[in-house]
DNA sequence: CCTGAACCCTCTAGCAACTAGAGGTTCAAG
DNA sequence: CTTGAACCTCTAGTTGCTAGAGGGTTCAGG
C-alpha cells in the first residue's frame, strides 16, 4: 500500500535539498503552487512537490534565473512539445555563464599581476594603489569628450 | 594660471566614467565625501573628486565590493602605512574571484554536455530537462536523512 | 532682461533571490 | 495536558545600483 504521504514544509525542505523561508519564497512569487493546508494551516505537501523543488535547485545550481527555471518548468510539463524552446533557453544561458567566465578571468588576471607586483612595503609603493589611483590632469577639462559609459 | 576649477556632477560623470545617479548614491552611502554647493543646491567638484572616483570605478571593475572600496580608499590615503592590509584585501578578493570562476567553470561544463546531448526532439526525451527532472522515491520518506543545507 | 532647454535637485520604489527577525500559532511526543 | 520544536505571516534588510515623479537652477541666445 503505497498510499499518497503528506509530510510538512520541513520534511519537504530535507528532501529537496531547499531552505524552509526559500520554498515559503518560491511559493509565494509563484514558481510553486500554493500547497493544500492543514486546518491549522501549515503546509502539506507530497511527492510532486519535492520532484518539482528538486527541479527548480538543480536549476538554480547551474546558474538559471528563476525566471528561466519558471520558463523550463512550463515547457518540461508538456511532453510533446519540441524542446528547442528548452535548448534556447539553455544555450542563452550557457553563452551567458561564458561571458561571466570571461570577465572574471580577466579580472582574476590583472588581480593577481597586481598582488604580485606588490612588495608589501608601505601604501607610497603599493602597485595595488598605484593602478587603481588615476592620474588626473591637473586642471582643465581636457578629457571631457571620452565617451565613457 | 591653473586656477581650481569646480564642475558639476555631469562633468564629473563624465570624466569618471561613472554614471550621475551612482555618483549621488556613492555620497548618499558616504563612500564620497559631500561635495560643497552652489547657492541653487548643485554639486560642485574639483579634481580631488575625479581621481576619488575613478579609483572607486577602477576598483569596482576589478570586482571589489564598495566595502572593500571604501577600505582601500581609506588605506591609500595614508601613504606610510604599510601596505599589508591592501594586499590582504586584494588576495582575499582574488581568492573569491577564482572560487566564482570555478563554480562558473563547472557550470559551463555541465550546461554544455547538456546542450549537446540535447537533440531537438521533443521535451519527453530532451536530456537537459532530463538532467534536471529528479527520480523521487516512489512514497516513503527514505531520503530523509541527508543533511543538506 | 527674459526665455527655454538642459541640466540639476530630492525622494521613493524597484530589480534578483533570497535571509533575518518579530511576534504569534499549531503540532506531536511524553 | 504540557512543552518545545516547528510552523505561520509580515516586514525589512542585503548589494549596487536604476528609473521615475515632480520639481528647481543655470546659462546661452535673443
Not at 527541479?55 to 547551474?62: A, G, I
Request: proline share 4%.
Amino acid at each position: 500500500m503505497t498510499t499518497a504521504q503528506t509530510f510538512s514544509i520541513g520534511a519537504l525542505a530535507a528532501r529537496s535539498g531547499c531552505k524552509v523561508p526559500t520554498i515559503r519564497y518560491y511559493e509565494g512569487i509563484g514558481l510553486l503552487p500554493e500547497s493544500p493546508r492543514t486546518e491549522g494551516g501549515h503546509r502539506q505537501y507530497g511527492d510532486e512537490a519535492v520532484k518539482r523543488l528538486v527541479f527548480v535547485r538543480r536549476s538554480r545550481e547551474l546558474g538559471f534565473t528563476l525566471q528561466e527555471v519558471q520558463s523550463l518548468l512550463e515547457l518540461s510539463s508538456d511532453r510533446a512539445r519540441a524542446c528547442a524552446e528548452v535548448d534556447a533557453i539553455a544555450s542563452h544561458h550557457l553563452s551567458e555563464v561564458e561571458h561571466k567566465i570571461q570577465s572574471l578571468t580577466a579580472m582574476r588576471d590583472a588581480l593577481s599581476d597586481l598582488i604580485e607586483q606588490c612588495q608589501r612595503t608601505t601604501i607610497l609603493e603599493c602597485r595595488v594603489i598605484d593602478a587603481l589611483s588615476p592620474v588626473v590632469a591637473t586642471s582643465e577639462p581636457s578629457v571631457r569628450d571620452a565617451p565613457l559609459r
